[in-house]
Nanobody
Framework: QVQLVESGGGLVQAGGSLRLSCAASGRTFISANMAWFRQAPGKEREFVSAIRWTGGTTYVADSVKGRFTIARDNAKNTVYLQMNSLKPEDTAVYSC??????????????WGQGTQVTVSS
C-alpha cells in the first residue's frame, strides 16, 4: 500500500505563487512515477503534470506550461508542484497520484486526499 499526503494549498491572489508537496510512504517503489491532477467544481479531473522517479522525464499540461513546474526529492519521497502566475481558473482541488504513468486518472492506482487551491481575482 502507498500513502500520499498533499500539503501547501491555500488562498492566493491572481499572479501569486504556491508550492504543493506530496509525500509518499509505504511501498515507495510503486510510487516511482508520480503526477498531479486537479478538479474544479463541476468539472472533470484534469491532468496537470507528471514526473518519472528516475530520469527526470516530465510532462506538463498545456494549460499550465510555463507557469507550473514539477520536481522531486527522492531522498524524501516527495514530489513538488511549483505554481507561479496563478490564475482564477487554476482554482481546484489538487491531488497527487502514483503507481502508474500517463495523463489519465485511470493510469494511476494510488491517490492522495487532495489540497484546495483557491486563486482570487
Amino acid at each position: 500500500q502507498v500513502q500520499l499526503v498533499e500539503s501547501g494549498g491555500g488562498l492566493v491572489q491572481a499572479g501569486g505563487s504556491l508550492r504543493l508537496s506530496c509525500a509518499a510512504s509505504g511501498r515507495t517503489f510503486i510510487s516511482a512515477n508520480m503526477a498531479w491532477f486537479r478538479q474544479a467544481p463541476g468539472k472533470e479531473r484534469e491532468f496537470v503534470s507528471a514526473i518519472r522517479w528516475t530520469g527526470g522525464t516530465t510532462y506538463v499540461a498545456d494549460s499550465v506550461k510555463g507557469r507550473f513546474t514539477i520536481a522531486r526529492d527522492n531522498a524524501k519521497n516527495t514530489v513538488y508542484l511549483q505554481m507561479n502566475s496563478l490564475k482564477p481558473e487554476d482554482t481546484a482541488v489538487y491531488s497527487c497520484a502514483a503507481g502508474g504513468w500517463g495523463t489519465s486518472s485511470l493510469d494511476y492506482v494510488y491517490w492522495g486526499q487532495g489540497t484546495q487551491v483557491t486563486v482570487s481575482s
